[in-house]
């Protein structure tokens, strides 16, 4: 939760905007935009995800639209049918970001601007671990594969406790740092602003696992880019 609410405060208001939520899952930050003011459109390339999406949206409307589909392509959506685009820790688990990058500039009006959330790109490669002392202190976080280029498989479960349900496996698609630079400002995206958030010491507090985040390094990156307005 904390996570997702440093993310949001990143974005910055967009009541009454046209807004696309690129690779939206179950709906849950589609519907936390909306009840902030936007106009949300969703999509995603999971059908049980939209389905769910769609459920929730049922069961309590907000207005929004949500779409099975690819945020590489975004074939459905004419030029220029959005505001702003957002994309919360969605473009490292789906190959083609070069072509996102271009799908999301065509669908933006001039003046729009795009929004993401991904795993930072040098401090969690696949197989980075922290690394600790022989009192089990954090020292420090080994790096490593950053120029790994094959996609790769995690294990998730979303809790470590005894009644957590089976892992699932989740695919990422490494992108290094220059991948989501270049590929923004190929598509003719002007880069405004990024953000490595650290958490508060607030936030330790009531998640004592953040701190080795607080100390060493960040594992998020949040970057805003966009796309110019006409002369």
């Known amino acids: 939760m904390l996570r997702r609410e440093n993310f949001i405060e990143f974005v910055p208001d967009l009541s009454e905007r046209r807004v696309i939520d690129l690779g939206c899952g179950e709906g849950r930050n589609t519907r936390l935009f909306a009840m902030r ?26 207005g929004i639209d949500y779409h099975l589909g690819s945020f590489a392509d975004l074939k459905q959506f004419p030029n220029e049918s959005f505001d702003a685009a ?56 080994l790096v490593t594969n950053y120029w790994l280029d094959r996609p790769y498989i995690e294990k998730w479960r979303f809790s470590r406790s005894a009644e ?25 995206f002007r880069i405004s602003r990024i953000r490595e958030p650290r958490p508060t010491e607030e936030m330790v507090r009531e998640c004592t696992g953040l701190q080795r985040e607080r100390d060493h390094v960040p594992i998020f990156l949040y970057i805003a880019a966009a796309k110019p307005c006409r002369r």
């Open 37 to 62: 003011g936007a106009r949300m459109t969703g999509i995603d390339l999971s059908p049980g995800l939209i389905q769910a999406a769609r459920a929730a949206e049922t069961a309590k409307p907000l």
């Open 86 to 141: 957002v994309s919360t820790m969605a473009f490292m688990d789906g190959p083609g970001f070069p072509e996102a990058a271009h799908a999301v500039y065509r669908v933006l009006q001039p003046g729009g601007a795009l929004y993401f959330s991904v795993i930072h790109p040098c401090f969690c490669p696949c197989g980075a671990r922290w690394v600790t002392d022989s009192d089990g202190r954090v020292e420090g976080k």
């Open 164 to 188: 957590a349900t089976d892992p699932f496996a989740i695919w990422y698609f490494p992108y290094r740092m220059e991948d989501y630079i270049n590929s923004l400002c190929e598509a003719g």
